[in-house]
């Protein structure tokens, strides 16, 4: 089933520290369309539903990989 988080979205595009590039190419989706969300010229409110539900699936992925990284330090 196909979820969409604002909170995750917005959580990848100004906190997570991943670029606008990583993030394009990663998940296909254009760069520039990611760097006018960052940059605040767009609104996540406006995006496609599949293109929020992409940003949400890719966010949960980059904090799950950040959670194993912490726990393999520990």
Known sequence: MLEASEKDIQWLLFDSGVSFYRIGKDTGLSES??????????????????????????????????????????
């Open 33 to 74: 369309n990611i760097y006018r969300l960052q940059q605040g010229q767009s609104q996540i409110e406006n995006l496609r539903f599949t293109t929020a539900c992409i940003l949400t699936e890719y966010a949960r992925k980059v904090k799950q990989e950040e959670k194993r990284s912490i726990h393999m330090i520990k």
